[in-house]
């Protein structure tokens, strides 16, 4: 079974920076893309930063150039460098991957728990 566990997520002030991780287990290969998404309270989750399986990123225009997703293959860990922080970016921040497993199966659509990140003004 995949678990992906976000964690890094706390309350910071404006104009800080955060780094959240997404950890995968369960066998893992690889994860071959991931993203991150949040959910701002009242509002629905959104994509704010993805990675394909050839390295390419994306980003919501509301945190490019703020942002920064990477992955570190030998950890099977994922992260969300948030810098400039502002209180708009204040919400639960969840991981989601495809992964390959060891026995090279791809799982699909896994998410992680959420990790709450609330910037004061």
């Known amino acids: 079974q995949v678990q992906l566990v976000e964690s890094g997520g706390e309350l910071v002030q404006a104009g800080g920076s955060l780094r959240l991780s997404c950890a995968a287990s369960g066998n893992i290969f690889y994860i071959r893309t991931a993203n991150w998404y949040r959910q701002a309270p009242g509002k629905q989750r959104e994509l704010v930063a993805s990675?394909?399986?050839?390295?390419?990123?994306n980003y919501a225009d509301s945190v490019k150039g703020r942002f920064t997703i990477s992955r570190d293959n030998a950890k099977n860990t994922v992260y969300l460098q948030m810098d400039s922080l502002t209180p708009d970016d204040t919400g639960v921040y969840y991981c989601?991957?495809?992964?390959?497993?060891?026995?090279?199966?791809?799982?699909?659509?896994?998410w992680g728990q959420g990790t709450q990140v609330t910037v004061s003004s």
């Open positions: 989601n991957a495809d992964v390959v497993l060891s026995t090279g199966t791809e799982m699909r659509d896994n």
């Open positions: 990675r394909s399986s050839n390295g390419n990123t």
